[in-house]
């Protein structure tokens, strides 16, 4: 079964830092996404990434994250200047199919903790 | 106010016992997913509904979309310990939005005992 995998999958960082977190989706997908979910809280979207440019962003993907495609495999998110409210579980998906969400994959997280 | 309202947040029953978890919203969605997720994992999608009133069918769990397709729900036969988890709806292009990105509700943890 494909599956994504996201490295890594802990992550302790001082606020202020920056951090990258890498994910290596589905090789036929063409869609991909980051996701955070709070501890206890439910999972939020924050990007979606297609054809080598973000198609849509939530408003908490504000100046401060950015995306990549460096090559034809990896997908980061970078996240500058960490704050503690950035602790959180990041996950990457991605799909194959667009519309109604078929083909949705997600990763298991890198659960980022900024001390 | 929750774009997405899953009921009941927590569910204990016993192996064996039947149970429903539904899924509402005030707004219209493209299609409604279904995962679970199990502590410390992604979530893992179980099915995708697309049309309303549709009926999937994944072994002893039963999916509908509600025919306004506003709502969901999900029914397990003959529960057991196995089934033990964070069942999440997701939502699919709300009243006419983004067909790529996913509304989740908060969940309903199911824990089902020996």
């Known amino acids: 079964e494909p599956e994504v995998t996201q490295t890594p999958s802990h992550q302790v960082t001082q606020m202020g830092q920056e951090v990258i977190l890498r994910c290596v989706p589905i090789s036929n997908h063409l869609y991909f996404y980051w996701y955070r979910q709070i501890l206890g809280q439910k999972v939020e979207f924050l990007v979606s990434?297609?054809?080598?440019?973000?198609?849509?962003k939530s408003e908490i993907f504000d100046d401060q994250f950015s995306v990549e495609r460096p090559d034809g495999s990896n997908f980061t998110l970078k996240i500058r200047s960490t704050k503690l409210e950035d602790s959180a579980m990041y996950f990457c998906?991605?799909?194959?199919?667009?519309?109604?969400?078929?083909?949705?994959?997600f990763g298991s997280g890198t659960r980022l903790t900024v001390v | 106010t929750q774009l997405l309202e899953q009921s009941p947040q927590f569910l204990s029953i016993q192996e064996g016992e039947n149970l429903t978890v539904y899924c509402n919203s005030s707004?219209?969605?493209?299609?409604l997913q279904w995962y679970r997720q199990e502590p410390g994992e992604g979530p893992v999608l179980l099915v995708t509904?697309?049309?309303?009133?549709e009926v999937k069918k994944l072994k002893r769990l039963t999916f509908q979309f509600g025919d306004a397709r506003k709502d969901s729900s999900l029914h397990i036969t003959a529960a057991q310990p196995g089934d033990t988890g964070l069942y999440l709806c997701a939502g699919v292009g709300h009243s006419g939005g983004s067909n790529y990105k996913l509304t989740f509700g908060k969940g309903t943890l199911l824990t089902v005992n020996p």
């Open positions: 990434f297609y054809n080598n440019e973000i198609s849509e």
């Open positions: 509904v697309v049309t309303g009133g």
């Open positions: 998906a991605s799909s194959d199919q667009g519309p109604y969400g078929y083909g949705y994959t």
């Open positions: 707004s219209v969605f493209s299609s």
